[in-house]
């Protein structure tokens, strides 16, 4: 196991670590509250009086409100952003600290609670989107946190009389939570793949991503990213040059997949796509670290009828070993977080929320890089190829499958 | 005198259904957790050249949440007792997956999101259903 603590954007650790030190700071805030009612001090008394009336549902929601709350005021003290920004997360911490004030003391927060809840959700979901951050581990648990509280303020209590408006309620209740869990986890995990598709371009040509993933290790949605360097030096990128001119020569031999076949390569995964790999299991364990004589994977575009091979894919043997940065930033090794199901046996991506369809376990393999040998836009190196270019690539270079 | 020679009768605790209690978080919850198996098993479709075959486990995964949590909160024994197993079961599932991940060709991959709902989820169902059963014993 590794990587616990991955994927955390450095601006984010004082909001969790406020929430982690809330925790006993609660605690103790309530048994000296809960001693002081015992000894007859009135507020204390009325105070525990109305907590213990309060449903577990609507505890529940005020743990989580609580919870949101002060990772929103403690954002400010990493996240050096504009006065507005600071405004608004300060804003929003105290409004959902009133809110959840009014849920112990029995007044209406329902309302006001799902609507500042959808917004907080919106918003976060559009800066990330627009690139503004990337979304990482404290902004996606307090998503899910905020998700639960919206279940729990828009689910309507049952009570022993059924109401028509009841009724018809709590489906919708429940339909609206399942879709806000489905779609803001969709959007984050499109907002990735983009910015996993920008970086290899950004990190090749050296003009830098200056979000959180220039030095943040990613774990998210299937994807972990070695943190970057600075700039390459001017002996890293020769060095790169040369594995990369090297493995463009080695490769050559195999434009026709039948060659690399005969070679001991073999599909695996997907039989179409603009990305189908050839594994050579000979040289997955053969010792040989970035070899251009001997890649482990050669990776081809194939579909319609037709294929192309686009490049190599090294990949370390084991996952605890970390791959040769020959060329600094520039070749940033990386892997993958998958899902392996067993009924039946496939792969999948691990969702932006960390799961895994049921039964089906996580695993991450050793670090890997892409070495593209078909000149692509941001050079050999780049994390991944734009689509619209390979399929032009297919269409003019490819060869009859 | 009086008190000693008529006693007070202590009423025995009436078994009421609570509204907003444990069986209402534990719906919450449930579906919660449906609504992320749907959204991995895109996950899976994703990397498997969309083929629905994969799709059939999670979402008869999602369905049985869907009706346990239904059923939960109409405060049926057997759902709790069904909630109980398939968490205890999730929580083992996360257990051997940790064993897995010490095998040198593969590693597992722990983040925060990923303990929240692999491990605090899964918990969370498990105490508020054996709660649920420990108090309906009770009463």
Redesign the interface.
């Known amino acids: ?8 954007a450095p601006d984010h650790w004082p909001a ?1 670590i406020a929430v982690l030190l809330g925790v006993p700071v609660t605690g103790y805030a309530r048994r000296a509250v809960w001693r002081r009612a015992d000894r007859g001090v009135a507020w204390a008394a009325a105070l525990r009086d109305q907590w213990a009336s309060r ?4 505890r ?1 929601a005020v743990a989580g409100l609580v919870v949101t709350a002060v990772v929103h005021v403690a954002l400010p003290l990493g996240h050096h952003g504009s006065p507005l920004m600071t405004a608004l997360f300060l804003g929003s911490g105290v409004a959902y600290a009133v809110l959840a004030a009014q849920a112990v003391a029995g007044r209406r927060w329902r309302v006001a609670t799902a609507l500042l809840m959808v917004a907080t959700i919106v918003a976060y979901l559009t800066v990330v989107g627009q690139g503004g951050e990337e979304a990482d ?2 902004g ?2 307090t998503t ?1 946190d905020e ?2 509280v919206l ?2 303020c828009l ?1 309507p ?4 009389r059924r109401t028509m408006r009841r009724v018809l309620l709590r489906p919708l209740a ?1 339909t609206t ?6 779609l803001s ?2 959007v984050a ?1 499109a907002q990735f793949a983009h910015q996993h598709d920008d970086h290899g371009v950004t990190a090749a040509s050296g003009s830098g991503d200056h979000d959180h993933g220039e030095y943040l290790a990613r ?4 994807v ?1 990213l070695r943190p970057g360097a600075g700039p390459p030096t001017e002996e890293q990128q020769r060095a790169a040059a040369d594995v990369a001119e090297r493995t463009k020569v080695s490769i050559g031999k195999y434009q026709d997949y039948r060659v690399a076949v005969a070679a001991g390569y073999s599909l695996e ?5 603009l990305q189908l790999h050839f594994t050579n299991k000979a040289y997955a364990n053969d010792g040989r670290i970035l070899d251009p004589q001997a890649p482990e994977t050669l990776v081809y575009a194939g579909e319609h009828g037709r294929i192309v091979l686009l490049g190599a894919m090294y990949q370390m043997p ?3 070993l970390q791959g040769p940065a020959v060329g600094g930033s520039s070749t940033r090794w990386h892997t993958h ?3 392996f ?1 067993l ?2 046996p ?20 050793g670090e890997m890089i892409h070495l593209w040998t078909v000149d692509p836009p941001g050079g050999p190196w780049v994390e991944h190829l734009p689509e619209p270019w390979v399929r032009d690539l297919l269409a003019r270079q490819g060869l009859p499958r | 005198m009086s008190e000693l020679t008529q006693p007070t009768v202590v009423q025995p605790p009436v078994a009421v ?9 534990a ?3 449930l ?2 957790q ?16 969309g ?1 629905p ?2 799709l ?3 979402l008869l ?1 999602a369905t049985l949440l869907f009706v346990l ?1 239904s059923f939960v ?1 109409r405060r049926r024994r057997w759902a709790w007792w069904g909630v109980v197993v398939l968490e205890a079961l ?1 929580l083992a ?1 996360f257990a ?3 064993l ?3 095998l ?15 491990v605090g989820l899964p918990a969370a169902l498990l105490w508020q259903c054996v709660h649920l059963l420990a108090e309906g014993k009770r009463t």
């Open positions: 196991m590794s990587d616990s603590l991955s994927g955390i969790l449903p577990l549902t609507v529940w581990q404290v996606l648990a899910l998700l639960l279940g729990l689910l209590q049952r009570a022993p429940s939570l399942v879709l806000a869990v489905v986890g969709a995990w774990a998210q949605a299937g972990i995964g997907p039989q179409e796509g084991r996952p605890d977080n998958v899902c199901t009924l039946p496939g792969l999948g991506i691990v969702s932006p929320y960390g799961t895994c369809p049921f039964g089906a376990f996580t695993v991450t393999p | 259904p609570v509204p907003g209690g444990r069986a209402d978080v719906y919450v919850l579906l919660g449906a609504a992320l198996g749907m959204l991995a098993s895109l996950g899976v479709l994703l990397l498997m050249a083929n075959v994969y059939v486990a999670p995964h949590a909160a999730s599932g051997l997956n940790l897995i991940g010490l040198p060709q593969v590693d597992m991959t722990l983040n925060l999101v990923g303990l929240l709902t692999q």
